[in-house]
């Protein structure tokens, strides 16, 4: 609940990890304490430089998210000397929070195309805002179906989709069928 409670007891040191300094690991070690809420229950206090149960500090998470768009997520958990798993999740953390705060009123003209991934017959599909104003990348889906852009228009929304007014898109018969 956020409120002031009295401590109930203290749980074990725990590690978390921080922005490496000069090429050496840096961890913040600490206690949390419980507290005893007459409302909520007996709960573990909000520590505000971690997100819930992660060992990364979101300052050093939103670090690796950032050298992510530079770097492959291997070459970035080597460069700092973290797992491949911390650098997925805190550009997973990242991605999450611009989807929740992303924009999609206005929008009047998409376009649709795949790109191949991994070796073989895998495609993505991608949409994205093509207006003048703005061209930004607005949604992916695994493979190149109708299903797969039937998800877009279902996640876009029927109002923002009869706003459209301009789709661009190759002759690839399944995307055709939707639009």
């Known amino acids: 609940c956020g409120h002031r409670r009295p401590g109930y007891d203290k749980q074990p040191t725990q590690r978390f990890e921080f922005i490496p300094m000069w090429g050496f690991k840096v961890f913040f070690c600490y206690a949390p304490r419980r ?10 206090e909000r520590m505000p430089w971690v997100k819930g149960k992660h ?4 300052s050093y998470a939103w ?4 050298w992510a768009k530079r770097l492959s997520w291997k070459e970035v958990g080597e460069a700092f000397h973290t797992t491949w798993h911390h650098v997925f999740c805190s550009v997973e953390m990242a991605v999450f929070w611009g989807r929740e705060r992303m924009e999609l009123s206005g ?10 991934w991994q070796r073989g017959h895998h495609y993505l599909t991608l949409v994205y805002q093509i207006d ?3 061209r930004r990348l607005l949604w992916i889906g695994k493979n190149r179906k109708v299903k797969t852009l039937l998800g877009f228009f279902r996640w876009f929304g029927k109002e923002r ?8 898109s190759d002759m690839w018969k399944p995307y055709l069928k939707v639009i």
């Open 35 to 44: 507290v005893n809420c007459s409302e909520c229950g007996i709960h573990v």
């Open 55 to 58: 060992r990364l500090t979101e």
């Open 63 to 66: 670090f690796l998210a950032g």
């Open 107 to 116: 929008i009047k003209a998409i376009g649709v195309d795949e790109i191949q």
């Open 132 to 134: 003048a104003s703005c």
């Open 161 to 168: 989709t009869g706003n459209l007014q301009y789709i661009c």
